[in-house]
């Protein structure tokens, strides 16, 4: 699976909008960007998902570049319960390592009063 | 509603002693897998598997086993547990016939071995 790199952390005030960026240049065809927050220490959840077009869910939206190098995660209205890490995983779209999430770092983010 | 459910939460327990995690999803999902999380090293996979009877290695399985006898269960067997097995554990599950589907986690055990 493609490596992805992401900041570290990220600051956000109440109301505004999160834009979380990731870079993923090795990222082959059939490879899906995959964004997951974990909140604490609670299981991972799924946030959002694309492979080339942008993607828009009740909770954020996904903008990939047209060379698919880097994508964005947008949360529209950033709330304090949004505080929490965003990981952004590359995923194969088949093979034995298809249901393999491989999470790096991530970037912890903080929503602000 | 869809999940995936994990016991205990908590377990203190003490090196050597025979443990088992367990891990169940209502999904009829193929896909089940087993991670482990501890500071710096993030999210790890321990085992996987891909079907009823179908279980292979993920990247740290070592002191752990894994069963999948059931399609919605998938266990996690620490034989003699050791103190560097202390962490916090998550069960996943995703079905393997929809491509892009997404994975759900479990709420988590925490596991501590003294």
């Known amino acids: 699976d493609a490596k992805t790199t992401q900041p570290t952390s990220m600051d956000c005030a109440e109301g505004r909008a999160a834009n979380l960026p990731c870079n993923h240049s090795?990222?082959?065809?059939?490879?899906?960007v995959y964004w997951y927050r974990q909140i604490h220490s609670q299981g991972p959840q799924y946030i959002i998902h694309?492979?080339?077009n942008n993607e828009t869910n009740e909770m954020a939206s996904l903008i990939i570049t047209e060379d698919r190098k880097s994508s964005t995660l947008i949360l529209p209205h950033a709330t304090l319960r949004d505080t929490a890490v965003y990981y952004c995983?590359?995923?194969?779209?088949?093979?034995?390592?298809?249901?393999?999430?491989?999470f790096g770092q991530g970037t912890i983010l903080t929503v602000h009063p | 509603e869809a999940q995936v459910t994990q016991n205990p939460r908590y377990l203190i327990t003490v090196t050597g002693k025979k443990l088992t995690v367990t891990c169940s999803q209502n999904?009829?999902?193929?896909?089940m897998s087993w991670y482990r999380q501890d500071p710096g090293l993030g999210l790890r996979q321990i085992y996987y598997s891909m079907n009823v009877e179908v279980t292979d290695k993920g990247d740290v399985p070592e002191g752990y086993k894994v069963s999948r006898k059931e399609k919605r269960n998938f266990p996690l067997i620490l034989e003699s547990p050791s103190p560097n097995q202390t962490s916090l554990y998550f069960c996943?599950?995703?079905?393997?016939?929809?491509?892009?589907?997404?994975?759900?986690f479990g709420q988590g055990t925490r596991l501590t071995v003294v």
């Open positions: 996943a599950s995703s079905s393997l016939l929809r491509t892009g589907d997404e994975a759900f």
């Open positions: 090795t990222i082959s065809g059939n490879e899906y």
């Open positions: 694309g492979l080339k």
């Open positions: 999904m009829n999902h193929e896909y």
């Open positions: 995983i590359v995923r194969a779209a088949g093979g034995t390592s298809y249901g393999k999430l491989t």
